[in-house]
């Protein structure tokens, strides 16, 4: 069970994250499109696990190891952003999020 603190935080990472991949062509470019879907915050707010969502899925692998290489300057991006809120930046993990891969496919059987 999260703490009103763990899911404020979550909040503000998902949002501030969204707004840096929005902006930032370098990780969502050459037609990809990175949307975050969820985040979750241990319970000392040390750590961070990102879950995003790659268009098209097919890239999605490649799209997490290139986060996964560039998690230093995404930290430093997003601690810029949330400094004066947060004591601690948390360390960002990312993992793919294929709920929506997973809800294509089971209409795709009802059919």
């Known amino acids: 069970m999260e703490t009103t603190r763990q899911l404020k935080i979550a909040r503000l990472i ?6 840096f991949f929005r902006g930032n062509t370098e990780l969502s470019g050459q037609g990809n499109m990175i949307s975050v879907t969820q985040v979750r915050i241990s319970p000392d707010l040390s ?7 790659v268009f098209p899925s ?15 300057r995404i930290r430093y991006e997003l601690g810029q952003k949330i400094a004066k809120q947060v004591r601690i930046i948390p360390e960002l993990r990312f993992y793919v999020d294929d709920s929506l891969d997973y809800v294509d496919r089971i209409s795709e059987l009802l059919k």
């Open 47 to 53: 750590q961070a696990r990102v879950y995003i969502s």
């Open 58 to 72: 097919a890239k999605a692998e490649e799209i997490v190891k290139l986060l996964e290489s560039q998690t230093k």
């Open 14 to 19: 998902q949002k501030e994250l969204a707004e």
